[in-house]
């Protein structure tokens, strides 16, 4: 069994994957697939993985479609939607109110994890002014982020001259995050593919599949 991987961090994952933007490609091809994919978002075994999706099955979290893919069912969307909620708000809550840069907050963020109850993050989201995005340009509100999605790109889609505006940046790679910060590729930066890959050299195809744009 893994350590460190609660259920939420699973459900963290499969949400991306459910509803997917960029690198987090949809899901196909069954049960091996998602646990490929799983294991591979965590850092973790493929079996690992697999071992804990049965126990997300078995608490009809997930099911299995049609083409035995894994879905989130009615009960795993609600909770997985309240996880990433939480982590944006906690993010803001880092960067807000303690003075984290939006660099640090993802990873403290995730540390902290389901330390706070849902009451505790209703106060948080309160206090905060019911902030519209985490740091990272994700929205709060999980409904208005699927909707998103379909406008959204990553720059590594767009011809390399188009203008564009950068919106979300990738979380899950605290290396890449830092670069973007130091960078300045930051929400609400115009950008240009041809731009980014003059000066990230050999970080180019990461950076631009990590940058989530608008297109000008
Ligand atoms: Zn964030």
């Known amino acids: 069994m893994a350590q460190g991987h609660s259920v939420d961090d699973y459900l963290e994952t499969i949400y991306f994957l459910a509803f997917p933007i960029g690198e987090y490609r949809p899901i196909t091809g069954g049960s091996l697939t998602l646990a490929s994919r799983v294991a591979e978002m965590l850092g973790i075994s493929r079996a690992s993985a697999g071992e804990m999706l049965k126990r997300l099955e078995a608490e009809d979290l997930i099911e299995r479609g049609e083409q035995k893919e894994a879905l ?33 907050a993802h990873v403290h963020a995730d540390e902290l994890g389901d330390t706070f109850s849902d009451e505790m993050v209703e106060r948080i989201a309160e206090r905060l002014g019911n902030p519209d995005r985490c740091p990272h340009g994700w929205p709060v509100d999980t409904v ?18 188009a203008p564009a505006t950068i919106v979300r940046l990738a979380e899950h790679d605290g290396e890449l995050l830092h670069w973007f910060y130091d960078h300045g590729y930051v929400p609400g930066s115009e950008i240009r593919l041809e731009d980014l890959q003059r ?18």
């Open 72 to 104: 989130l069912t009615a009960k795993g969307r609600e909770r997985a939607e309240r996880v990433v909620r939480r982590h944006r708000l906690i993010e803001r809550m880092l960067t807000d109110f303690l003075g984290y840069t939006a660099a640090e």
């Open 144 to 161: 208005f982020e699927q909707e998103e999605n379909k406008e959204l790109s990553p720059l590594s889609d767009l011809e390399p001259g």
């Open 199 to 216: 000066t990230a050299g050999p970080l180019a195809e990461k950076a631009a599949a990590g940058l989530f744009v608008r297109a000008a």
